[in-house]
């Protein structure tokens, strides 16, 4: 049975007739994009493209195919729009405490579509790193990093991982070649810093492999951090779950699992079934683990690619 999400990618490049232009459209990676119409051909046993010079064609196949899958595509936004009917009077203010980290990378997009599909909702951020006491009614609602979450009346899911690997831009890679081993990461340059969020468990990383030294610039921010790495001035080790949703970041290595924390959506049990809290529950929890899912996936398939070599 093929994933339903296929489709979008199938339909995208049947629209704009290539993977470049359909990954920009649905804000993936070109790899991505091909990827999924790969998975769909295997999936169906047919062939949907043909691959030309000039771009992608469809098939006599995917011709067939097209109009149901813009039947789907139909349904589907149907299902979403009536969905949305039902839970848009559904408002107030819903206070969110979250890290620097993720507030600055994954989040503001899922956000903005959150108050697309929830007009009615006010989102107030807390982006400081200090954990605030839900219990005591400091937030409503915590993304936090954790092994397991601790504190009175305390409920919620384990939307991600918190893996770390290292990482570059895909033009440092190209000009530099990709590092696969720590060998090979200490002759090139790295970024440190993060900020408080980030920095504790990056030093930690980086005094086990004893590269320490190798850092070459040092950020306290984490958005600083990122657009030094963007920009290719070298590696850094970053979370899995920002850089892998990341298009313009690449992973060298295999991630760093010594520990099992995890990225924890929590409330406390006396808001759980409050309208307006369970919704943004509900939206955040399903888009976030839907992101680390494609995050995975995305490095994975970087992974088992040939090592990039600087020309």
Known sequence: MFDWDDLRHFL?????????????KLRVSQTTVARRIAALEAALGLILFERRQAGYVLTPAGEALIERARCVEGAATALADAAAAQTREVGGLVRLTVGQALATTVLPPVLRDLYKAHPGIRIELDTSDATRDLAAGAADIALRISVQPTG?????????????SSYCSRPYAAAHGLPRSIRQLRSHPLVGGGGEGIWQQYLAWLRE???EDAVAMHYDSVTGLLAAVRAGFGVAALPCFVAD??????????PRRKEERGIWLLTHERLRHTPRVR??????????ARLAREGERRAAADLASPPIVAL
């Open 12 to 24: 995208a490049v049947a629209e704009t007739a290539s993977t470049l232009a359909a990954g920009r």
């Open 152 to 164: 009175s009346g305390l409920v919620g899911r384990r939307v991600a991982s918190d893996d770390w």
């Open 209 to 211: 492999h004893d590269l």
């Open 245 to 254: 949703n990341d298009p313009d970041l690449i992973r060298c290595l295999p």
């Open 279 to 288: 919704v943004v529950l509900d939206f955040l929890g399903d888009r976030l």
